[in-house]
């Protein structure tokens, strides 16, 4: 929204003065940054009462965590606290004219609305049993993922024509393979649905998803900056995006919201995000990788949530089957807590391993 004011001022030869300075990328990040953190913190704590006096209050049982009893009551679905500070601060800085923007704003929209309808429902009948069914949330997931999917390799989508249905590898210059549309899709519908599921499930201890997030979306956010720009694309060897920086900026602003909340969020909680933040948040880390054409990135910088993921699926389809358990609990960060590490050491180490997963997926700039 500044920036279209900063252009009409300009168009009229008006003197934007410190407005010109939107025009920079950078900018209108960091501001937008700092708008989002502001944001946060300043109405966090009334947006938590208002929670909790709603009756929007965590319903755990001890089969989800050692610890989870003495969490019963907390607020939760305080994702709206992220929601909010981001969208607000989005529209305030983001170029609204960009194609990237609106797939990326509607997309984080609708994922978290989708995840306060399931936290209310738990809510309302105090049981984290009671919320969407499998099927009902898998259906109103694809409703995003699938057109999202589409969009990607239709003459809607942002991205070069020539670069739509092309699939990326970390560490290796030119494309591996060509999807095809019909193949695109089907592959991004189904990244996309486990990518989202993989960060939703990571949520699960207090601080846990906003620090191993907030690294993950540096990494895209920088990946954007590049590709958008024509001299670093061709220097480093990258495709050029056209309009690409636009998602530093979403990117910016979201972890500026995330370490805002996380100001509230860090052990012990005052608030939970709840499935209205985490769906969310995947989303967003989902989108800004394929709309950068880094899908196969992600399984390093994302490392955290993929093996998270893969320990819970271990342990419902291949511990049932056998009879036994593969891991004392799943996904894994609970499977360290019964293990007796205290839940502040089990975060902070799943975050020691984000950075360097994300200091890896920065090589991959220059290592190629």
């Not at 300075?21 to 208002?50: E, K």
């Not at 704003?105 to 306060?116: E, M, Q, T």
């Not at 899908?295 to 036994?324: A, W």
Request: net charge neutral; charged share 15%.
């Amino acid at each position: 929204m500044i920036k279209l004011l900063a252009a009409w001022l300009a168009e009229w030869g008006i003197d934007a003065g410190f407005l010109r300075l939107v025009n920079y990328i950078t900018v209108r990040a960091l501001l937008g940054m700092a708008t989002a953190l502001g944001l946060s913190l300043l109405f966090g704590f009334r947006f938590i009462v208002h929670l909790y006096d709603r009756g929007l209050r965590d319903t755990s049982g001890d089969f989800v965590s050692l610890s989870a009893e003495s969490k019963r009551g907390t607020p939760t679905a305080g994702g709206l606290i992220l929601l909010a500070s981001t969208l607000i601060s989005v529209f305030l800085w983001g170029d609204l004219g960009s194609r990237f923007f609106w797939p990326l704003v509607g997309g984080f929209s609708y994922l978290s609305l989708v995840g306060l309808l399931d936290d209310s429902l738990k809510s309302r009948f105090k049981s984290s049993l009671s919320g969407l069914s499998q099927a009902a949330k898998t259906l109103l997931l694809l409703g995003c993922i699938v057109p999202f999917a589409v969009f990607l390799v239709s003459d809607l989508s942002p991205l070069p024509a020539a670069e739509r249905t092309l699939l990326y590898i970390p560490f290796y210059k030119e494309p591996l393979l060509d999807l095809t549309p019909v193949g695109f899709v089907l592959f991004a519908v189904f990244a996309i649905f486990s990518i989202v599921n993989a960060v939703n499930i990571t949520d699960g201890m207090d601080g846990l998803l906003c620090g191993t997030s907030t690294f993950g979306l540096g990494v895209y956010l920088v990946y954007a900056y590049i590709l958008g720009n024509t001299i670093y694309a061709h220097y480093l060897l990258f495709p050029y995006l056209p309009g690409a920086g636009e998602m530093a900026v979403f990117g910016g602003v979201l972890i500026g919201g995330i370490l805002g909340f996380m100001w509230f969020n860090t052990y012990p909680a005052e608030v939970f995000m709840g499935d209205t933040g985490s769906l969310a948040i995947g989303g967003a880390l989902a989108m800004m990788a394929f709309l950068t054409k880094q899908e196969m990135l992600f399984p390093i910088v994302g490392g955290v949530f993929v093996f998270e993921i893969f320990t819970s699926l271990m342990q419902q389809k291949v511990g049932d089957r056998i009879g036994r358990r593969v891991f004392h609990r799943a996904p894994f960060h609970h499977a360290m807590s019964h293990a007796g590490i205290p839940e502040p050491k089990v975060v902070v180490r799943f975050w020691i391993v984000a950075l360097i997963l994300a200091t890896v997926g920065f090589l991959s700039l220059k290592i190629r």
